[in-house]
């Protein structure tokens, strides 16, 4: 826990993962410094909420000069907690779910895949990377040992709310949903919804009604 | 293309089909209203922004009735021109891009994948759903015969930025990218960019510094 951060706007603090993704891409490259400008264009927020964002951070660019790339590595790595490593399940080894397992998050991240569930029999006792896959009957047992806070949800629609209600009994306190369903959970458990047909139709809306 | 959404802010836009989304499910339901809160409840987007969003859409609730569900849902089909499909090329049948063949766009949405292309032999020439694989050496051919206008990506990131030219050189306008490569683009294609890694990131963070 970051008590400092706990002042920044919750839109913002949104944010703060793409900003942190880039500056790490900039500080390998080697580059000392970058333009709220240069920032804007690559992680496509508009520029005077950049310049917002950060000044909640303490971090002021100079007119000129712009921001120093290491402080704000230093701000983000601090404020993301890069050094602790959250646990994390994943819920349903379909073809999304598999694609997950293959995706290295530690690579760039403070989060690991620490085990999977599946129904399907010749799934279950196998593992995909390093992550063993469990038959979701021992979805509680296994949770509860392994005190897991964070499940990544990528089951079939018709099963969303019944997984989630058991995962919330469990104690996992986020669930990232790539179901299409809006899960119902009690207020401290928080919910990210990603939902990939929207995501399409948002990108087509923006080259019909924005077009350059 | 509507032009009286021309005057919708793009942050305002971006939240569009996840209101539409929400009210259809609230239509198919029987509901007739519903309230700000109700919607900030569901769509997690707090409810001063939603009135907001709603006053550009000419859509004014009222004290102890909220929205006519009918309305808003006769706007926004209008308005994300639910009657005109789009046709999509999806770039790499790997497990990411599978899930996304399996996905049934057209269900709710006004997208449709036309076709797929991908480098290994055993994919090309066959189907997943009713769309066909082609090989990526035909990608150019095969869109300009399509016409279509969207790409996902869902290939490794080494590949991205030389795929990517390719889709700019064959006329796409618009790329939903799901690897961690930042593209690089001219200024008239515009780019969705969702990385799993920081959508997990972000989950992540607010569990640690907005717990209720």
């Known amino acids: 826990m970051n008590n400092d951060s706990m002042k920044i706007p919750q839109a ?34 508009d520029s005077a909420t950049i310049r917002r964002d950060f000044s909640y951070f303490g971090a002021l660019g100079k007119k000129g000069y712009g921001y120093n790339v290491s402080y704000l590595l230093s701000f983000f790595r601090k404020t993301l907690d890069q050094d602790e490593v959250t646990n994390v399940a994943l819920i349903g080894v379909g073809n999304l779910g598999t694609a997950f397992l293959n995706y290295n998050f530690l690579k760039n991240n403070n989060t690991k895949i620490q085990v999977a569930f599946d129904v399907e029999e010749s799934k279950v006792n196998t593992k995909i990377g390093d992550v063993p896959i469990y038959h979701m009957d021992d979805l509680e047992k296994t949770l509860a040992d392994l005190h897991v806070p964070v499940a990544i949800l990528t089951i079939p629609q018709t099963a969303a709310q019944t997984i989630t209600d058991r995962l919330v009994a469990a104690d996992i306190k986020g669930i990232l949903n790539f179901t299409p ?25 923006f080259l019909k009604n924005y077009p350059d």
């Open 181 to 205: 369903a809006r899960l119902n959970v009690p207020p401290e458990i928080r919910v990210h919804h990603i939902d990939l047909a929207i995501e399409l139709q948002s990108l087509v809306y």
């Open 12 to 45: 913002t603090a949104k944010r703060l993962p793409l900003y942190y993704r880039f500056i790490q891409n900039l500080h390998s490259s080697g580059k000392q410094r970058v333009s709220s400008a240069e920032l804007s264009e690559a992680v496509k927020v």
